[in-house]
């Protein structure tokens, strides 16, 4: 029961802050590509929040998010460059992403948090199979 009420406040944390993320994404050049990734974030949590598990929607979204901050780690202008290359310069300094690996680090690292929430869920619902909804 403790766990249970300690996820609640954590999907409602990361509900908040998933619609903030994506609400911020105005000026992002794609927005049209991070705004439903946050949204598809927030959804998730909503619904962990009120106990309903969706399998099939965890795995997708885990899935494509994994496949993304790969290819987000490997891109010419991606991660791997930021932390060889550019000596892991800061990436929160300024809002304004003024070099190509400082917005491919900021999406990755936002991609890890996703990954890190969806499968904290998933975990614990799929351990808890009386809850689970198909």
């Not at 049209?32 to 929607?57: D, H, M, S």
């Not at 780690?73 to 690996?101: C, Q």
């Not at 400082?102 to 904290?120: D, H, N, Q």
């Amino acid at each position: 029961m403790k766990n249970n009420i300690v996820l609640k406040i954590i999907n409602a944390l990361f509900i908040v802050l998933f619609v903030i993320s994506a609400g911020l994404q105005y000026n992002d050049p794609d927005p049209y590509i991070w705004a439903p990734i946050y949204l598809y974030g927030a959804v998730l949590c909503y619904y962990a929040y009120t106990g309903k598990f969706y399998p099939k929607a965890y795995m997708a979204g885990i899935g494509v998010f994994l496949i993304y901050a790969l290819y987000l780690f490997f891109e010419k202008d991606g991660v791997l460059n930021w932390a060889l290359y550019h000596n892991r310069e800061n990436i929160a300094g300024s809002m304004k992403a003024t070099k190509p690996w400082i917005e491919a680090t900021r999406e990755f690292f936002g991609l890890l948090i996703l990954i890190a929430i969806l499968s904290m869920n998933w975990i614990y619902y799929a351990n808890n199979k009386s809850k689970l909804l198909f």
